[in-house]
């Protein structure tokens, strides 16, 4: 609950944070689809879902 | 069951916004965990091609948000200068009238406005000013909401534009004609609904003449700034060569004389300096080869391997969009902002610590906006990597057929409306309109010219907009007064674009176009 109420109080942080998230999981994602890693493409995926749950938390 | 699970994500973005007034970031990341979810579990991606769809989608987003980041610090730079402050209190030197006041502010100035900044700006810059001026609030918010509409999908320099090139994958050669014409014929129809909005019927009469001239000039000059590859400057030049004309042009309609402070020539001429440099840059770049060549020389271009979903849709192989790091339009407004704030600090506009002011301003207001791009840009890469957008697509072409010209601007208005931008409306529905199309064997430049007309239209009735411009002019909480007038106007602008859409479609299909 503190966790959210923190999130809500500091949007742009937040939207800062789950951008660069984002943008560089993507950059990474390619260099792992071209070396087939399997674990790292799920993990990278990860961290772009959870720049946009992140978001989602956020009013 | 495929085309409701396919249309799934899109209605989640519409329902959360509309409906619940989420902003564009939550609702995007909503709508892109939704495709993602449904992309794994029903239409049979594998890590793999979510791996290289996360990796085109962002390529995609940079593309436009370099121009947004760029062209949102070209505003501030000139804002923080009071440059924009400076252009908006000479104009109502020039007339009296109220009817011309509402003609060379709210619409010329709005457009010139939006052809620069974009990002609901014309408004807040405008309504305050209207209302200064001894408009009712209503129409203070009204007026510039309309004026500057025929502009958007040019303006912020040129990033709807470019988000309807990334999303459908068609040259801005191909896309610009049409796009501009359809845009350059609202911009009558704009003028006097802006007329109608200031006074009624009789000044919508009365000002036959002005509105006439001045929507020749700006939308003539948008389409042909637009013709000539120059689409990141087409609506700036619009607004620029019309006020230009609109100066002398409003000086026949003096009306009554109020005392009013001078009006300082100098100081006008350095507050448009800035985006004089734009344009020469601009020219500069496109025009003499050898620096084009030069600052093309850097390029980030990854190469994509063909994709095959479990479900059989095929993605082929090929490059993903390329990026001219030093030439591309952002980094050009980038020097322009550069060589804008040397000239405003030579001139003593600013306050100490100006710079830090600009760059930190520019960040807060874009962060929110790249997210939201960010998210949906994925959506709408996975929808296509997995064949949801091909689903739709089929859907549209087998219920809508012949009249899907019809309708093509009002799924663009639809996407405006639901996520506050022509870009991202362009994002999301770039090219499920070139699907639906290529199955109809419709000109996809058309489709495509309705869809961005549209949303660019009805984009200034975006429920973020209408906030901001509401607050600006001391009317918030009486927000639904706004959204109801421009309800009826931007109606019958997108009901405009959508005839103009289907007599083209109909013209090219019967080999009548000339």
């Known amino acids: 609950m503190t966790i959210i109420k923190w999130l809500r109080k500091n949007t742009f942080q937040v939207h800062l944070i789950a951008f660069l998230l984002m943008i560089t999981s993507s950059v990474l994602l390619y260099s792992a689809a071209e070396r087939g890693d399997i674990p790292s493409m799920w993990l990278l995926v990860g961290f772009f879902i959870t720049g946009n749950i992140l978001v989602i938390l956020v009013r | 069951m495929h085309f409701f699970l396919a249309l799934l994500p899109i209605l989640i973005i519409l329902v959360l916004m509309v409906g619940l007034r989420w902003g564009a970031a939550r609702a995007g990341g909503a709508g892109y965990l939704s495709a993602l979810l449904l992309a794994l579990l029903y239409f049979g991606a594998d890590v793999r091609l979510l791996a290289y769809a ?45 009817g011309m006041q509402a003609l060379i502010i709210g619409w010329v100035f709005a457009s010139f406005l939006q052809g620069v900044g974009g990002f609901g700006v014309p408004v807040a810059v405008i309504a305050p000013l209207l209302v200064g001026l001894g408009f009712a609030p209503l129409q203070a918010v009204v007026i510039p909401s309309i004026g500057h509409g025929w502009a958007v999908t040019f303006g912020s320099l040129g990033s709807s534009f470019q988000a309807l090139m990334a999303s459908s994958g068609l040259p801005g050669e191909m896309l610009a004609p049409d796009s501009a014409l359809f845009l350059g014929i609202s911009a009558i129809l704009v003028g006097f609904l802006v007329a109608h909005a200031a006074g009624g019927s009789r000044a919508t009469f009365r000002l036959v003449t002005p509105v006439l001239i001045l929507a020749l000039v700006m939308g003539l000059t948008q389409y042909l700034v637009a013709v000539a590859r120059l689409w990141n400057i087409a609506a700036f030049s619009g607004g620029m060569l019309g006020l230009l004309v609109g100066i002398p042009l409003a000086r026949k309609y003096k009306g009554e004389a109020e005392e009013r402070e001078a009006l300082v020539l100098k100081s006008l001429a350095i507050a448009l300096s800035g985006y004089v440099i734009l344009i020469a840059i601009t020219l500069a770049v496109q025009l003499v080869p050898g620096i084009g060549k030069f600052l093309g020389q850097v390029v980030i271009r990854l190469e994509f391997p063909e994709l095959v979903s479990a479900l059989g849709h095929l993605t082929p192989a090929g490059p993903g969009r390329s990026i001219p790091l030093f030439r591309h339009p952002g980094a050009i407004l980038t020097y322009s902002s550069i060589i804008a704030f040397l000239i405003y600090k030579k001139a003593g506009l600013y306050q100490p610590n100006a710079a830090k002011r600009i760059i930190k301003g520019t960040i807060e207001k874009v962060m929110s906006s790249s997210v939201s791009i960010a998210s949906m840009v994925a959506m709408a890469v996975i929808m296509e990597h997995v064949g949801m957008i091909e689903i739709l697509a089929q859907g549209l072409a087998n219920s809508m057929g012949m009249a899907f010209p019809l309708v093509a601007p009002w799924i663009g208005a639809l996407g405006a409306f639901m996520t506050g931008s022509n870009t991202n409306s362009n994002v999301v529905f770039g090219a499920l309109q070139v699907r639906t199309a290529e199955l109809l064997n419709y000109q996809a430049a058309l489709i495509l010219a309705g869809q961005t007309a549209g949303a660019g239209l009805a984009s200034v009735m975006a429920p973020t907009k209408i906030v901001v411009g509401a607050s600006t002019a001391g009317m918030a909480g009486r927000e639904g007064d706004v959204m109801r007038q421009l309800l009826v106007y931007t109606g019958l602008l997108v009901l405009l674009i959508s005839v103009l859409t289907m007599a083209s479609v109909l013209l090219e299909n019967n080999n009548l176009w000339w």
């Open chain 2, 54 to 98: 996360h990796t085109k989608a962002t390529l995609l987003s940079l593309d436009v948000l370099l121009i947004i980041w760029a062209a949102f610090l070209l505003y501030r730079v000139a804002d923080e200068a009071g440059a924009i402050r400076t252009i908006g209190l000479a104009l109502p030197h020039l007339t009296a009238d109220r």
